[in-house]
């Protein structure tokens, strides 16, 4: 098999068996482009020693880059061409601990009041009372959103960890989605909730933050979400069920009630609050 038709392949196994995302695939692809242009040769005659010359080159690099590498050379060899000797006994590096920097309630407040926009605000207060993924944010459809239980029904992400759940917003994200969408009878359920891309509010972010010095993004959003929803005295699982997380111990999987009333009922009672 040459390459090109080897590389096809490789994309239909992450596609079809490994029920692998789009962007997953591209990467995953361009990875073992980049070491069969080290290589030289067909990567069906490469060696573990082979694999070791072309991690060596990546010592220095950043530890993600490394990882993301060596993840691909897995998938490529011990899942997809069933080589597991190519690959095996390397380690992924081990990950730093770097504490998240929350923003506080006060500093939220402030980038709502220093925006001007009533899209922006919307988008800035469903970050925050969501716990919503950025991409699950702005995937989103006008048919995802009961706005009669303030309850937002995600797409699936079609991933072993990034599960669907339910999450709400509060009566503040109503009132900033009313004025941004207009009355919400006449909404076509298929439209976008967003109509915009994602460069629309990272540029207001950076804008914010060169003028205050304040970081914020849909990451640390959706932290301080978990972070003042933990505050409030929701417990761990009932948070992560709102983040989409799927949840660890063998008592949160089989024995909580995730359900979308009980959820509701535990979401309405923390009372979250941004703008007072």
């Known amino acids: 098999m040459d390459f090109s038709a080897l590389l096809k392949d490789f994309e239909d196994y992450l596609r079809i068996e490994r029920r692998a995302k789009d962007l997953t695939v591209y990467r995953h692809t ?11 040769f067909h990567p069906l005659q490469a060696t573990k020693a082979d694999v070791r010359r072309y991690l060596k080159t990546l010592v220095d690099k950043p530890i993600f880059t490394y990882a993301n590498v060596l993840k691909a050379l897995r998938v490529f060899y011990r899942d997809y061409l069933q080589k597991k000797e190519v690959v095996e006994g390397f380690k992924f590096p081990p990950k730093p601990f770097k504490p998240p920097v929350v923003p506080s309630k006060e500093e939220v407040r402030r980038f709502y009041e220093w925006l001007k ?3 922006s605000k919307a988008i800035l207060l469903f970050f925050a009372t969501t716990g919503l993924r950025r991409s699950e944010v702005y995937r989103l459809r006008i048919e995802d959103i009961n706005f009669a239980k303030r309850m ?43 109509l915009v891309t994602e460069t629309y509010f990272r540029k207001r972010c950076n804008a914010f933050c060169k003028e205050t010095g304040i970081k914020i993004t849909p990451q640390t959003l959706r932290e301080f979400f978990a972070s003042e929803m933990g505050r409030l005295g ?43």
């Open 30 to 40: 361009l990875e073992i482009k980049r070491f069969i242009k080290f290589l030289g």
């Open 117 to 119: 926009e009533p899209l």
């Open 152 to 194: 937002v029904i995600p797409p699936n992400e079609g991933s072993r960890t990034k599960k669907t759940w339910v999450t709400f917003f509060n009566e503040e994200t109503l009132e900033a989605l009313k004025a941004y969408l207009g009355p919400l009878e006449n909404l076509d359920p298929k439209r976008k909730l967003f």
């Open 234 to 276: 929701v417990p761990d699982r009932y948070v992560d069920a709102f983040c989409g997380r799927v949840p660890q111990s063998v008592l949160a999987r089989h024995y909580t009630d995730f359900s979308p009333d009980r959820l509701k009922e535990i979401y309405d009672k923390a009372n979250l609050r941004i703008l007072s």
